[in-house]
């Protein structure tokens, strides 16, 4: 009877590893969630404006876009919402704007306000573009617009109005992306440590520190696991890849 106990706990932590395993393989897998809906709209009183091509800012191609027409602009503007699968927080928002062939600046794009949504609701985060959202590329008539907004969202309405400098062609949208933040994730047993998440750990430089901030273990992880032979105990796990980022989480180790 004993030993069935004993199988049966065998089997809830071999269960529980697995599980751990799983949920590190899924956010491995995490990848850029692309916009797959949209909704355009011309609004008060803009002569002349609309969005063309309105489909083509959705989806991953990343060539394709769609153009913001603005016309004889007396009180109004055009907009268009882009749309995401699911409501997310703490992702970063990734837009590919662009023009016909003149360079942006942040005084060209004056005028043009961004704003995310969580379902049918706005999050009040209206904002112009500046000089810290804007990204440049190496081509001066494309750029990105970044940021990580801080409510829960899954649509951003991008908005031009009559404050717009001459665009000559209208104003691209190529496409719009939620980016998962990098994370990583750590799960110990018979005091090995497995690592997970969606951050590249090979050739990761991974050191521990105890409660007193003293220093440990360290060691070039060869795999996303390592045996650190220490006491049971939480720790400060810092991992710093050769991208050169450091990632820092609390561990227990058993």
Do not use: W
């Not at 649509?155 to 062609?169: E, F, Y």
């Amino acid at each position: 009877m004993k030993s069935i106990f004993l199988s049966k706990d065998l089997l809830f932590q071999a269960a529980l590893f697995m599980s751990f395993l799983f949920q590190s393989s899924n956010v491995q897998a995490q990848s850029r969630i692309y916009a797959n809906d949209q909704l355009s709209n011309v609004y008060g009183v803009c002569l002349g404006c609309a969005v063309q091509n309105p489909l083509n800012a959705v989806g991953d191609n990343e060539e394709n876009y769609s153009t913001m027409v603005m016309g004889t602009v007396l009180l109004g503007g055009v907009e268009q919402t882009l749309r995401f699968p699911e409501v997310r927080i703490n992702t970063k928002l990734v837009i590919g704007i662009g023009t016909n062939n003149i360079p942006l600046t942040v005084q060209l794009l004056s005028g043009i306000y961004i704003e995310t949504m969580s379902g049918t609701t706005a999050n009040n985060d209206s904002q112009m573009i500046t000089g810290n959202l804007l990204k440049l590329t190496d081509n001066p008539s494309r750029a990105t617009i970044e940021l990580i907004p801080a409510s829960s969202y899954n649509a951003v309405k991008i908005r031009l109005s009559g404050g717009v400098l001459s665009l000559g062609g209208g104003f691209r949208i190529y496409y719009a992306y939620q980016d998962p933040l990098s994370s990583i994730m750590a799960h110990s047993q018979n005091g090995q440590v497995t690592l997970g998440g969606n951050v590249a750990l090979e050739g990761s430089e991974v050191t521990l520190f105890n409660t007193y901030g003293k220093e440990v273990f360290r060691s070039i992880l060869k795999s996303n696991t390592f045996e650190p032979r220490q006491p049971e105990g939480v720790y400060i796990m810092n991992v710093h890849t050769k991208e050169g980022k450091t990632y820092s989480r609390k561990i227990s180790i058993k």
